[in-house]
C-alpha cells in the first residue's frame, strides 16, 4: 500500500498523510526509496513489525532495515509501537495512506521522481499480491467462494476528464459503503484494491527524415512488377472465400 494520487473520502483526514511538493521537499526525497517505500507499506498492510521482521520479509538485512525505518520515523511516516519486549524496537504506521495531487506533483522535480517511483512500487505490489491470492487459494487459506468476484481486468473506453474524474468519485463512494456494511461481518476478509487510469495519447508516425512530414508505409510489393508466365489453366474460383464445410 503506497499511497494514492488522490484521497479517498474513506479515508478520514486523520488517517492521511498528505504530501506537498513545496513543503515536504524533504520527506519526499526520505520517501523515494524502493525499500522504505516497501517497509512504509508491509506496516500498513500487515501492522506493527520489527526490523529483524520486516528483514525476514524483504530479503533484507536487519542493519539496512533498521536504518531505513528510522528514516521514516524521522519524517513522520512512521512511529514506535508498543513493544512484547525491550529487545527490539516494533514499529507501525502513522497514517493508512499517504495522497498527493499529481497537477502539484509533476510542477517539481521531486515530485515527479517520488510519483514515479510510487507508481512502479504499487505494479510490483500488485505482482506480489497475486502471488499471494495464489498462494492462499492453492493452500486452502481462502474459499472457493472467492473465485468468482476476485481477480484483474482491463478495460479500454472513451471518456473526458470529467467523466474519468466522475467514474473515480463514483467508485470511492461505492467502496466507502459496502466498506462500512461488511465493517462487522465475519465473513468480510482483507481485500487489495489497486485501481488505475491512465489516459492514452494517440501514436502519430514518426517523420520521415528527408521530408519532416509523417511517412506513409511502403508497400510490400513493387509498384510495377515484372510480367510472369501465363497462369496455368484450371477452375474458376469465386472472388470471395466460401464458408467452409460443417466436419462434425
Not at 505490489?125 to 492453492?138: F, I, N, P, T
Not at 482491463?154 to 466507502?176: F, G, I, N, Q, V
Amino acid at each position: 500500500m503506497v499511497g494514492a494520487a488522490y484521497s479517498p473520502v474513506m479515508v478520514s483526514e486523520e488517517h492521511r498523510r498528505v504530501l506537498d511538493p513545496e513543503q515536504d521537499t524533504a520527506a519526499l526525497k526520505a520517501l523515494t526509496h524502493p525499500l522504505r517505500i516497501q517497509l512504509l507499506g508491509l506496516l500498513r498492510l500487515d501492522g506493527p513489525a520489527t526490523a529483524s521482521e520486516l528483514a525476514a520479509r524483504t530479503g533484507e538485512s536487519s542493519a539496512s532495515t533498521s536504518y531505513h525505518l528510522r528514516v521514516l520515523a524521522k519524517y513522520a511516516f512512521i512511529a514506535e509501537a508498543e513493544h512484547r519486549d525491550s529487545r527490539e524496537r516494533r514499529w507501525r504506521a502513522l497514517h493508512a495512506v499517504t495522497a498527493w495531487s499529481n497537477a502539484a506533483m509533476e510542477s517539481s522535480a521531486a515530485g515527479r521522481a517520488f510519483v514515479g517511483l510510487a507508481r512502479r512500487r504499487q505494479i510490483e505490489h500488485l505482482e506480489e499480491s497475486v502471488a499471494r491470492y495464489e498462494a492462499d487459494v492453492a493452500d486452502g487459506r481462502l474459499g472457493q467462494e472467492w473465485l468468482e468476484s476476485s481477480g484483474i481486468g482491463d478495460s479500454m473506453t472513451r471518456l473526458t476528464p470529467h467523466s474519468l474524474a466522475e467514474l473515480r468519485e463514483s467508485y470511492d463512494r461505492k467502496l466507502e459503503e459496502l466498506a462500512a456494511r461488511d465493517a462487522d461481518d465475519p465473513r468480510a476478509a482483507q481485500i487489495m484494491l489497486i485501481t488505475a487510469r491512465l489516459p492514452v495519447a494517440p501514436r502519430v508516425p514518426d517523420p520521415d527524415p528527408g521530408t519532416g512530414k509523417p511517412s506513409a508505409d511502403e508497400p510490400d510489393t513493387p509498384a510495377d512488377p515484372e510480367p510472369g508466365p501465363p497462369a496455368a489453366a484450371g477452375p474458376e474460383t469465386p472472388d470471395t472465400p466460401t464458408a467452409p464445410e460443417n466436419l462434425s
